[in-house]
């Protein structure tokens, strides 16, 4: 019995090394975000209504990992989207629709992930806006054109973000069409590169879609814009003072043979008697926080965005003029409230189409009867 008792001793300090060698770890975590909007004009009307998410959305999600020696590790990610107004799933009822991946992480190469995910552009360039970071849609750019509100995310990707080095990150994306004899129907690839120095922080970031918005394939029903081809050209800049942030941010986004969008239906975008070219858009934003003492700090952005809208029957170039404002108060480490305020106008082009009148989505009522929208929102935060 003596050399069965020492096998299993043996057999048991092997397992215990094994698992004290191969660590592993599985955190839940989210956040519950609701709140009471106000909108000057929503189809003619102004409205009160509930407003689940925004700032943040409300989410729920698992992150894990697994150490496997030498410096490397197995990590995914799932993590749903839901409004808590009414339980139901976001991102089009997806279960894990805010991302799903999985992937190697490396202490000296980097981290390599595939599945649903975030681009570069959002990862390194969207922090720079009002939107990407603290104030969400009431920042966002006219219709989230450059997606910096985080509106769609990316299926079949595999996605490449190497260490810091020196202050320096660089971020590359590929996403397949899965489509047999359409590889480049809806595929989209991105890079986007981040430096930090202190204080500062400078970004560069480039995206291409490839007929986005079809059924399947890297971007679908999420889509900002469906057409031909889309390009995004993102670059900020920031600097963080002691009890003060201020950022500097600047897109430009190509759209040929555009169709709809997310926020612009079909119906109510196509110019009379003809159809659309391509639209341009150059959106220039500068915005900024202040930390107060007791958990306060203040937010404000303010962004211009000029437009090439060119179609069959002629060219157009509106303008749309956006402020947006924010108090926020933190209860505690986990709990906050915030009061919002957000006014957009456009200089209309008379198009004839939904661009001629203002939207703040998701906030907003819907589509104003004018060139003017203004919305005003209470909300708390709890994260967990």
Same mark, same amino acid.
């Given at each position: ?14 397992l ?21 909007n ?14 689940s ?21 197995a ?10 107004? #009414? %339980? !139901? ?7 894990? @629709?805010r991302?799903?991946y999985?992937g190697? /992480?490396?202490?000296? =190469?980097?981290?390599?992930?595939l599945?649903?995910?975030y681009?570069?552009?959002v ?9 990407g ?20 995310r ?18 590359g ?14 595929r989209?690839y ?24 079809l059924a #399947? %394939? !890297? ?5 900002v814009?469906? @057409?031909?081809?889309?390009?995004n050209?993102? /670059?900020?800049?920031? =600097?963080r ?23 612009l239906?079909?119906?109510?975008v ?6 659309w ?12 926080q ?42 505690s480490k ?8 957000a ?14 009148f ?6 907003g /009522? ?19």
């Amino acid at each position: 019995m003596k050399p069965i008792r020492y096998q299993h001793a043996c057999a048991v300090m092997f397992l215990i090394a094994g698992a004290a060698h191969a660590q592993s770890s599985v955190t839940l975590y989210g956040v519950v975000t609701d709140g009471l909007n106000f909108t000057s004009n929503g189809g003619g009307h102004t409205s009160f209504r509930m407003q689940s998410g925004d700032v943040p959305n409300s989410r729920w999600g698992l992150l894990g990992s697994e150490d496997l020696g030498g410096g490397y590790k197995a990590v995914f990610r799932l993590e749903n989207g839901f409004d808590v107004n #009414t %339980g !139901a799933l976001q991102q089009g009822g997806r279960e894990f @629709g805010r991302q799903a991946y999985v992937g190697l /992480a490396s202490d000296r =190469y980097g981290t390599l992930t595939l599945g649903r995910q975030y681009d570069p552009t959002v990862d390194l360039f969207s922090g720079f806006t009002g939107a990407g970071s603290w104030a969400g849609v009431a920042a966002g750019h006219p219709f989230d054109n450059d997606n910096t509100d985080w509106d769609f995310r990316v299926n079949n990707a595999i996605k490449y973000v190497s260490q810091n080095w020196h202050g320096l990150t660089v971020e590359g994306m590929y996403a397949f069409s899965d489509q047999a004899g359409g590889f480049a129907d809806n595929r989209l690839y991105s890079a986007a590169v981040q430096y930090q120095n202190g204080g500062l922080r400078a970004a560069a970031a480039y995206l291409k879609i490839n007929n986005g918005g079809l059924a #399947t %394939g !890297a971007v679908t029903s999420d889509t900002v814009f469906t @057409g031909s081809s889309e390009q995004n050209i993102d /670059a900020g800049v920031s =600097y963080r003072f002691e009890k003060a942030q201020v950022s500097l941010a600047y897109s430009h986004v190509d759209m040929y043979d555009p169709t709809a969008g997310v926020w612009l239906p079909a119906a109510g975008v196509q110019p009379r008697g003809g159809k659309w070219n391509a639209w341009k858009f150059n959106n220039i934003e500068v915005n900024g926080q202040y930390f107060l003492p007791h958990g306060f700090s203040v937010g404000a952005a303010y962004t211009f965005t000029a437009a090439r809208l060119a179609s069959t029957v002629g060219e157009y170039s509106p303008k749309w003029h956006q402020l947006a404002l924010m108090l926020n108060y933190d209860l505690s480490k986990r709990t906050a409230v915030y009061l919002q305020g957000a006014y957009q106008h456009v200089v209309s082009a008379h198009t004839g189409t939904d661009f001629d009148f203002a939207q703040i989505p998701l906030i907003g /009522a819907g589509l104003s009867s004018s060139v003017n929208q203004g919305v005003i929102r209470v909300a708390m935060v709890h994260r967990f």
